[in-house]
């Protein structure tokens, strides 16, 4: 499980429009979730489905240039392990 350290939503050329954890994990997960956190503590985004990824917005509008703190938890089909990645990206406009 990784993620990118940087990402900008609404560009031009079409890429690096969504912020999303990437994972080589072909047996899935058996529990998942994606939060992404302001810089005053307030959860901005949160999912439960790894294909889904965040579009640098909140509440429809567009979030400020800056830092994001994410956090995903999550346990691999068939384990019991609940492991955690989390970080921080640069929201880039």
Request: hydrophobic share 30%; charged share 25%.
């Amino acid at each position: 499980v990784l993620a990118p350290t940087g990402f900008s939503p609404q560009t031009t050329n079409g890429r690096n429009d969504i912020f999303r954890v990437m994972t080589s994990c072909e047996e899935g997960f058996s529990f998942y979730e994606f939060s992404i956190y302001n810089r005053w503590g307030e959860l901005i985004y949160i999912t439960n489905n790894p294909s889904e990824g965040w579009d640098g917005t909140y509440k429809n509008v567009d979030c400020e240039i800056g830092l994001y703190i994410y956090y995903t938890n999550y346990t691999k089909e068939g384990k019991t392990k609940k492991e955690m990645l989390k970080g921080q990206i640069t929201l880039i406009r």
